[in-house]
């Protein structure tokens, strides 16, 4: 069973920066998309970023798109979620998420197609 740790969030004002990162627990993981999703007070979860693990192919949302950057560290098996730019409706629960396959399903936005999901951290922007 592979865990996924996420850090980084916390406190912020608006304009302001932070870095999420997320690690998988076990060497041996395999994933063929890893992403982030947030899930804000009353709203239902919804797709931030993801990328191919051994692709240089990266996917956004509209909402994101030039703000947050994803990235991973194949050698530590880590995702980090660079987040600049914040907004206060960028406030929410961040989580990160494997869907654990070997191949490319094409569903890296899609909350169902991952099977390994972090416990979360939050992510709070100040107006």
């Known amino acids: 069973q592979v865990q996924l740790v996420e850090s980084g969030g916390g406190l912020v004002q608006a304009g302001g920066s932070l870095r999420l990162s997320c690690a998988a627990s076990?060497?041996?993981?395999?994933?063929?998309?890893m992403g982030w999703f947030r899930q804000a007070p009353g709203k239902e979860r919804e797709f931030v970023a993801a990328?191919?693990?051994?692709?240089?192919?990266?996917y956004y949302a509209d909402s994101v798109k030039g703000r947050f950057t994803i990235s991973r560290d194949s050698a530590k098996n880590t995702v980090d979620l660079q987040m600049n730019s914040l907004k206060p409706e960028d406030t929410a629960v961040y989580y990160c998420?494997?869907?654990?396959?070997?191949?490319?399903?094409?569903?890296?936005?899609?909350?169902?197609?991952?099977?390994?999901w972090g416990q979360g951290t939050q992510v709070t922007v100040s107006s």
């Open positions: 998420a494997a869907d654990g396959r070997t191949y490319y399903s094409g569903r890296y936005s899609q909350s169902y197609n991952y099977d390994y």
């Open positions: 076990s060497r041996t993981f395999t994933s063929a998309y």
């Open positions: 990328i191919a693990w051994s692709l240089p192919n990266t």
